[in-house]
């Protein structure tokens, strides 16, 4: 089939650098003489054909921005076979040879149902802070999202050391610790807590303690927010060691901002990749980059669960505190 007009959506949550993607398949499409649908607010937009023809003006000066030109947003309507049967409805409707689909896990999911339901062409590009995609040591976003938790924890220590205290800082990481891990040993933090490792709350109190005796007037320890709220393990640090604790939340700031160098240029090699694969008949495939050569797999093994090595990086943490 020759590729006349694709679709490119993000959904999920946004990720820095997800314009960059989006103006790598514009431009690429373009160049191949393809016609490109935004689909704006993810697979909610598709459903409602909520659709915007992009040109190449249109991804203009949009490759520092964070965030998402094409929005996104959580759509449980698509779970449904009606959802996705409405979906189908607008893409051939609207004539969509295939889809370009921005985003993790869950995005990756819709791209597998519109695949093997409706035979839908589908390629998926990572779009994720989390970095939990497999096929692909990064993930677009991911190392934006590190080097915003870095900047703030270097500025809590500042305060940390001035005002002698310990400070919990939490960070986004539901399902996984790749923030919390990397910002940790970046920023030379005193301990981290993840979903993926068990923690001896005992010992760790215990550390703090000894510390303190020693003259060490500083800690900060860096808590992923699947593991455990930063609340309570400043509540529970102060109530059994009685050193004076506190919390910084970073929350959603890790989502935004200029997406760095690193994440441009993935955003950019990746997004033309997806297009290529459409032009060439490929169909549920997700792109990504393994030693900085371009890799492609399966939507399906894209999904399963990644392998994240963390007792290297969790020991290096603790020799080096």
Not at 302 to 315: G, I, L
Request: include cysteine.
């Amino acid at each position: 089939m020759v590729i006349k007009r694709i679709g490119v959506l993000t959904s999920g949550g946004d990720a820095p650098a997800m314009n960059a993607a989006i103006r790598s398949v514009v431009r690429y499409a373009l160049h191949y003489k393809i016609e490109v649908m935004g689909i704006i607010k993810g697979y909610s937009g598709l459903i409602n054909e909520e659709l915007q023809l992009l040109d190449h003006r249109f991804v203009s000066n949009i490759i520092s921005r964070g965030g998402t030109i094409l929005k996104t947003a959580r759509c449980p309507e698509f779970l449904t076979e009606d959802g996705q049967a409405r979906a189908v409805e607008v893409i051939k409707k609207n004539n969509i040879d295939g889809l370009v689909l921005i985003g993790g896990d869950g995005t990756y999911r819709g791209g597998i149902a519109l695949g093997k339901k409706w035979g839908i062409s589908c390629i998926g590009v990572p779009g994720t802070i989390d970095n939990d995609v497999n096929g692909t040591d990064s993930t677009i976003g991911s190392d934006t999202a590190v080097n915003t938790a870095l900047e703030a924890i270097d500025k809590i220590r500042d305060t940390a050391t001035s005002m002698e205290r310990i400070f919990v800082v939490e960070v986004m990481g539901r399902d996984s610790g790749f923030i919390a891990l990397q910002a940790a040993l970046g920023g030379g933090t005193e301990d981290c807590l993840i979903p993926e490792r068990k923690f001896d709350f005992n010992i760790m109190c215990h550390d703090i303690v000894e510390g303190n005796l020693k003259g060490k007037i500083s800690w900060i320890i860096v808590v992923a927010e699947g593991k455990a709220k930063a609340e309570d393990i400043a509540k529970q640090i102060t109530d059994r060691t009685s050193l004076e604790t506190r919390v910084v939340i970073l929350g959603h700031t890790q989502r935004g901002g200029t997406p760095t160098a690193r994440d441009r240029i993935l955003a950019s090699r990746l997004g033309a990749k997806a297009v290529e694969l459409l032009i060439k008949g490929e169909k549920g495939k997700a792109v990504g980059i393994i030693s900085d050569d371009i890799n492609i797999v399966d939507l399906e093994f894209a999904v399963s669960k990644k392998k994240f090595e963390t007792d290297n990086f969790y020991q290096l943490i603790k020799i080096l505190t």
